[in-house]
């Protein structure tokens, strides 16, 4: 009979960006004082809309954490999980010149991903399509698909590793850790970047939920 010794978990590292704070700390604090993320919308003009009110993520700079150019050819989820990323690794400590990079990967959960982008580049389509042809951003799809996020995440650090994301609507990011969690346990890698992110509040996503 085979017997297989599971490995030990353990959280090293956090980060966070989320509608109470802009760091694990921030949001922890928030939390125990009570603090709400909800708001009244300001991504978009929500007056015509029955709910005028969600619970965005605010002040947030991308480009402390991604070049300028490089922030524009993503999604605002993808800021998000590029950032929370960048903080846990440097909560973790980790010596990424002494890790193996073969056994570290990133796991993420993303219900729907980019969005905001696929909205734009179809109502720019709608209104040019007819008669200047099919034009779309080359950007489109990379900016658009859900597991984008551990690419860049995984090519900043040059983690290779497992590499994808789950999607289980409202449970995609405890999916996600689940599986980290597991792929540690059961020896397939020795550090996994875990966590989720979405960046939903738009016209399509306010109107259609």
């Known amino acids: 009979m085979y017997n297989m010794e599971l490995k030990r978990v353990v959280v090293t590292g956090l980060g966070a960006v989320s509608p109470i704070g802009n760091t694990a700390e921030e949001t922890w604090q928030n939390m125990l004082a009570g603090v709400s993320g909800a708001a009244p919308i300001t ?6 809309f029955k709910t005028q009110f969600a619970c965005e993520v605010k002040n947030f700079d991308a480009n402390k954490y991604i070049d300028r150019k490089e922030a524009r050819k993503m999604d605002a989820y993808c800021h998000y999980a590029l950032a929370a990323a960048q903080m846990a690794v440097e909560d973790s400590a980790i010596d990424l ?17 980019g969005m905001k982008t696929f909205e734009e580049e179809v109502i720019a389509y709608g209104k040019t399509g007819e008669t200047v042809g099919p ?8 900016k658009m698909i859900a597991d984008i996020c551990v690419g860049h995440i995984s090519i900043k650090y040059g983690f290779h590793g497992p590499n994808y994301i789950t999607s289980s609507a409202c449970a995609s990011s405890t999916t996600a850790l689940a599986d980290a969690f597991n792929l540690i346990r059961l020896g397939k890698a020795n550090v996994i970047v875990s966590g989720g992110a979405e960046a939903a509040i738009c016209e399509g996503g306010v109107g259609g939920f």
Not at 135 to 142: A, G, L, M, R
């Open 43 to 48: 991504k978009f003009n929500a007056e015509k």
């Open 97 to 113: 010149d002494a890790v193996d990079k073969n056994r570290v990967g990133v796991v993420m959960g993303v219900g729907i991903g």
């Open 135 to 142: 034009k779309f951003s080359p950007f489109f799809v990379p």
